[in-house]
Nanobody, 113 residues
Framework: QVQLVESGGGLVQPGGSLRLSCVGS????????MNWYRQAPGKERELVER????????IYADSVKGRFTISRDNTKNTVYLQMNSLKPDDTAVYYC??????WGQGTQVTVSS
């Protein structure tokens, strides 16, 4: 069955960096676009960034432009989200999403001094 497992979240100070990972299994990873969403407390879940099977990327959250970068390693069935210059407003649970139907369990990112 399809599984998405995120890791890499944690507590970081403003201005710091984190790299999130999401390992996919149960499907042909290289054939599908992969997505990172996030949900902050009291807010709706929002699409942050997408990477297509050919490596093309689209950023959907204007607030992360120039700071976050999605990438993938098809040899490891893994999609990454490199997050730099983190701000308190980036505090959220970050989710991996694929195949228009499957979510990971989420990983908490907290940006605080």
């Amino acid at each position: 069955q399809v599984q998405l497992v995120e890791s890499g979240g944690g507590l970081v100070q403003p201005g710091g960096s984190l790299r999130l990972s999401c390992v996919g299994s149960g499907f042909t990873f290289s054939n599908y676009a992969m997505n990172w969403y996030r949900q902050a407390p009291g807010k709706e879940r929002e699409l942050v960034e997408r990477i297509f099977s050919d490596g093309a990327r689209t950023i959907y959250a204007d607030s992360v432009k120039g700071r976050f970068t999605i990438s993938r390693d098809n040899t490891k069935n893994t999609v990454y989200l490199q997050m730099n210059s983190l701000k308190p407003d980036d505090t959220a649970v970050y989710y991996c999403y694929a195949l228009q139907n499957y979510w990971g369990q989420g990983t908490q990112v907290t940006v605080s001094s």
